[in-house]
């Protein structure tokens, strides 16, 4: 949950930091389920940018 206000430059770091564990988290579940490095970290980014790509046609369509 973010502590900060939108316009703190703090609130930045903060995300990064809490992602990043959870990020973290996340890629050793799928290691330990038996994909490989590789596997999960191309398949983590083809997710991100369809995210990225949808959130850009929602931003567009405002």
């Keep these: 949950m973010p502590h900060h206000p939108a316009d703190d430059a703090f609130r930045a770091v903060q995300r990064e930091e809490v992602l990043e564990v959870a990020f973290r988290n996340f890629v050793q579940m799928a290691l330990t389920a038996g994909w490989n490095e ?3 970290a191309l398949t983590l980014a083809d997710i991100a940018d369809d995210y990225v790509m ?3 046609g929602r931003v567009a369509e405002k």
């Design 54 to 56: 949808a959130l850009a």
């Design 38 to 40: 590789p596997e999960v």
